[in-house]
C-alpha cells in the first residue's frame, strides 16, 4: 500500500518546538518533491515549506521564514519538519505530500495542492499555553 505516514505532532506552548515526520511505504521518496501543508479550524489550506527531489531546493511561507527547516533523509524514506519558536497561530492539522508525476512540483516550483500524488492523514499541532 502506497501512503504518507505523518508524526510528531502535539501539544506544546508557544515558543516550544516540535519535529514533524513524514514517512513513505511502498514507494521511495527519492524522486519526489515534499511538501507540507496545514489547516487550521475555519481556515484554507496553506503551503507551509517544500523540498525538492533533490533536497537542492526549500521554501517556506513567509509567517514560519526563520522558525521553520524542512529536511530528507532518502535513506530513511523520510521527510522532516523542523518547528521553532511555535506560535499559537502555528496551531493546525498538518500534511505532507508528495509530488512526482509533474516537474514543477517535484522541484517545489508549483503552486496549491493539486500538482501532488500522494497525501497523508495528517498530524494536529497546537500551540497553547
Known amino acids: 500500500q502506497l501512503q504518507l505516514v505523518e508524526s510528531g505532532g502535539g501539544l506544546v506552548q508557544p515558543g516550544g518546538s516540535l519535529r514533524l515526520s513524514c514517512a513513505a511505504s511502498?514507494?521511495?521518496?527519492?524522486?519526489?518533491?515534499i511538501a507540507w501543508f496545514r489547516q487550521a479550524p475555519g481556515k484554507e489550506r496553506e503551503g507551509v515549506s517544500c523540498?525538492?527531489?533533490?533536497?537542492?531546493?526549500?521554501n517556506y511561507t513567509d509567517s514560519v521564514k526563520g522558525r521553520f527547516t524542512i529536511s530528507r533523509d532518502n535513506a530513511k524514506n523520510t521527510v522532516y519538519l523542523q518547528m521553532n519558536s511555535l506560535k499559537p497561530e502555528d496551531t493546525a492539522v498538518y500534511v505532507c505530500?508528495?509530488?512526482?508525476?509533474?516537474?514543477?512540483?517535484?522541484?517545489?516550483?508549483?503552486?496549491?495542492?493539486?500538482?501532488?500524488?500522494?497525501w497523508g492523514q495528517g498530524t494536529q499541532v497546537t500551540v497553547s499555553s
Open positions: 505530500a508528495a509530488a512526482g508525476s509533474q516537474l514543477l512540483f517535484r522541484l517545489c516550483r508549483g503552486t496549491g495542492p493539486n500538482g501532488y500524488d500522494y
Open positions: 511502498g514507494f521511495s521518496l527519492d524522486y519526489y518533491g
Open positions: 523540498i525538492s527531489s533533490s533536497g537542492g531546493t526549500t
